[in-house]
């Protein structure tokens, strides 16, 4: 089993930035890839980033490229989500997910935290 806690939601400023963090641990940890998505009310899941564990190699979604850094510490088991430039549309609660591929899509990923809400406002 792979439990996953985030954590460093809040309520923030248009321009802001915040940084996510996702506390990893389990007998079965680490698993090939961790990544975050977000969910908006009303609308699906959303791929925001996913690293590979051992290679740190990353992919992003289009919409927070070149503003938003995904990381992970292989010592503390972190997975950080570091989100620059906010803006209203980044609000969303965000997950953590881990598994054993790396992939854009939701259902690639085993294990998931309860999520963080992060809030912009204009």
């Known amino acids: 089993q792979v439990q996953l806690i985030e954590s460093g939601g809040g309520l923030v400023q248009a321009g802001d930035s915040l940084r996510l963090s996702c506390a990893a641990s389990g007998d079965t940890f680490p698993t090939y890839a961790t990544a975050w998505f977000r969910q908006a009310p009303g609308k699906e899941r959303e791929f925001v980033a996913a690293i590979t564990w051992s290679a740190g190699i990353t992919v992003y979604g289009d919409s927070v490229r070149d503003r938003f850094t995904i990381s992970r510490d292989e010592v503390k088991n972190m997975i950080d989500l570091r989100m620059n430039n906010l803006n209203p549309a980044d609000t969303a609660v965000y997950y953590c997910?881990?598994?054993?591929?790396?992939?854009?899509?939701?259902?690639?990923?085993?294990?998931w935290g309860q999520g963080t809400q992060v809030t912009v406002s204009s």
């Open positions: 997910a881990a598994g054993t591929r790396f992939s854009r899509i939701a259902r690639s990923y085993l294990h």
